[in-house]
């Protein structure tokens, strides 16, 4: 059966239940491949957790949007977050469907040039939503009149489904080229920032490192390639002629039922096929066990602040691509009417993605970067009506925008760090991601540098 001819029947069916509300949430069943292919035509927001190590291995492509929540300042996730309740409240879930919203949060308030398309916290409503996990199933949003135009609206899955187009062709290999590379400026920055933690002014700081990068890479195809990322969840969401897409290794939070989960992932070793001694360095070198230390406590910290019991497992290393991280899974038990949104708002930025103490070290990387993270570091994901979801931290990610791309990387900066390092260390996190911009190998010194201010 068809997904249209599915559609059709699930709107009918309903249609004789004489459902109230004005907006209806109607699921029905779809085969697994349906599912998956969904994931290859544009979705306007797609989560790919099959890979990833502490969450469900849940794949969703959203299309379409009915309603949306924003909100921006310095209090914008806990703002987006009510926001977010009376969208989902206005829903009707017609049997067992589940809506839910999807979208993220910027890393900072105020600075989005380039990522204005996606706000400083934007979640929506999708029109049709594609998910495969224990099952497949598809999410409709519909307004009760639809019901009596069931062939219209499923002519309208079908499109975003793809289904009747022909089958899209392998991607041709993409090209692309360095334009200007911060390296230099990132460099410049890890050493002053040094100075900064040499006089007490906080104990560590992330900076990132932007390259902007001309390239025939589109985000479907980026998309693609970053499928097989080991240990990541695979994400893309567009919007306004913009994509940013990416494959993170970092959890900032997941709730489900009583449980909270999240994990410090702080400390990297280059991975350049010595596998024990990479892990052996890592786990005993004392910059990066001094710098996970941090993590680990800032996040407990704010977990017990917001009423959860906090239980901390033991640290351990996680192979990528390009690089081992340590990191370490911290469960809570959730206290009463905190969600996702919530916690998000108790936990970001983290140490592993802002500094400690977090305030002087945000204001260290506003006057130390000369270019708008966005999105990169910020939370994404999903949220849905009874307060459960999931947020990632968005890293080795590139914003999109025709034929440019902006690649990010990023590094905790604490004392003993040694800039030519660092950047060295940002050269193997956007190993990933230059390969998918066509681009032959990490940027190199030689280039064309963004300088301070450019």
Partial sequence: MTIRARVVGALRRVGRLRPEGDLLAISLPIPPDSAAMAADFEPTFLWDARRAETLAPRLVAAFGEVAAAEAEGNDRIRAVEQRAREVLSSVTPVGSATPRLFGAVSFDHGRLEGFEPFGEARFFLPRVTALLESRAELVLVI????????????????????????????????????VVDGRAAFERAVSRALVAIGEGAFEKVVLCRAVDVETTATAASISTELAQAAGCVRFCVQRGGAAFVGATPEVLVSVRGDEVRTEAVAGTEPRRGHELAETSRLLTRAKDLAEHRLVVEAIRSELERAGCEVAVQDTRVRTLTHVHHLVTPIIGKRAADTTVLGMAAALHPTP???????????????????????????????????????????????????????????????????????????????????????????????????????
């Avoid at 009149?145 to 489904?161: C, G, K």
């Avoid at 592993?352 to 006057?367: E, N, T, V, Y």
């Avoid at 570091?377 to 034929?403: F, H, K, N, Y």
Wanted: hydrophobic share 45%; glycine share 16%; charged share 20%.
């Fill in 352 to 454: 592993a993605l802002g500094g400690s103490p977090r305030a002087p070290a945000l204001d260290f990387i506003r006057q130390a970067e000369p270019f708008a993270r966005g999105l990169f570091g910020g939370a994404l994901g999903w949220i849905g009506p009874g307060g459960e979801g999931e947020m990632v931290v968005a890293l080795r990610s590139a914003l999109v925008r025709g034929a440019r791309a902006t690649a990010f990387a990023g590094c905790g900066i604490v004392a003993g760090s040694v800039p030519e390092l660092e950047a060295q260390e940002t050269d193997a996190k956007l190993g990933s991601m230059m390969r998918a911009l066509g681009v032959s190998a990490a940027p190199k010194p030689g280039l064309v540098y963004r300088e301070a201010g450019a």
């Fill in 143 to 178: 307004r009760r009149e639809e019901l009596a135009h069931a062939s219209d609206v499923a002519d309208e899955v079908a499109s975003y489904l793809g289904e009747g187009a022909p089958a899209r062709a392998p991607f041709e290999k993409p090209r692309g080229h360095v």
